[in-house]
T-cell receptor, first 112, second 111 residues
Framework: DAGVTQSPTHLIKTRGQQVTLRCSPK?????VSWYQQALGQGPQFIFQ???????QRGNFPDRFSGHQFPNYSSELNVNALLLGDSALYLC???????????FGDGTRLSIL | KQEVTQIPAALSVPEGENLVLNCSFT??????LQWFRQDPGKGLTSLLL?????REQTSGRLNASLDKSSGRSTLYIAASQPGDSATYLC??????????FGAGTRLTVKP
């Protein structure tokens, strides 16, 4: 039973570019959350998707957007990349509103 | 606004020692509290989840306690091993949508 899978593992971009990160939830999970983790810090909540809708959003600008597909997989899009967007981006999935979240290994994004 | 603090930021102990990691939070209106382990460059592995109505949870050598009224949780690790070396993160959630994390405690267990 595959857990949460994220792609790509690593990504290097330059300032001003756009990036798309992908997440496949654990089998049986329908809810996907995205987190940003800067070096030496705890993860920060970006947003959560359920039934293809953004259910809740953290304190992130509109440059961060997402999408959930009918098969429950999800994408995180970041436009106009800034140096400060360099971080580990984590995806987590769960099987319901009150169920524990399971995390993937993340995508390491570096902005030059 | 919920703030989560973890003390100490780093801890180094010899193998076999029992140790305690601390987590404090400012808003007691939480749904649950979760302890995670994170190895370098990896994602988070859930260790223990305590619902707001519970006082503690145990798994093997790990025991986590929760005192909502004082805004504190502790993670107790018994008989530490070098394989326990990792960063330990505490997270509180008002509704399981939005988890607020501490910055973590980086643990090194020396052989």
């Amino acid at each position: 039973d595959a857990g949460v899978t994220q792609s790509p593992t690593h990504l290097i971009k330059t300032r001003g570019q756009q990036v798309t990160l992908r997440c496949s939830p654990k089998s049986g999970h329908d809810t996907v959350s995205w987190y940003q983790q800067a070096l030496g810090q705890g993860p920060q909540f970006i947003f959560q998707y359920y039934e293809e809708e953004e259910r809740q959003r953290g304190n992130f600008p509109d440059r961060f957007s997402g999408h959930q597909f009918p098969n429950y997989s999800s994408e995180l899009n970041v436009n106009a990349l800034l140096l400060g967007d360099s971080a580990l981006y984590l995806c987590a999935s769960s099987s319901g509103f009150w169920q524990p979240q399971h995390f993937g290994d993340g995508t390491r994004l570096s902005i030059l | 606004k919920q703030e989560v603090t973890q003390i100490p930021a780093a801890l180094s102990v010899p193998e076999g020692e029992n140790l305690v990691l601390n987590c404090s939070f400012t808003d007691s209106a939480i749904y649950n509290l979760q302890w995670f382990r994170q190895d370098p460059g990896k994602g988070l592995t859930s260790l223990l989840l305590i619902q707001s109505s519970q006082r503690e949870q145990t798994s093997g050598r790990l025991n986590a306690s929760l005192d909502k009224s004082s805004g504190r949780s502790t993670l107790y690790i018994a008989a530490s091993q070098p394989g326990d070396s990792a960063t330990y993160l505490c997270a509180v959630s008002p509704n399981n949508n939005d988890m607020r994390f501490g910055a973590g405690t980086r643990l090194t267990v020396k052989p």
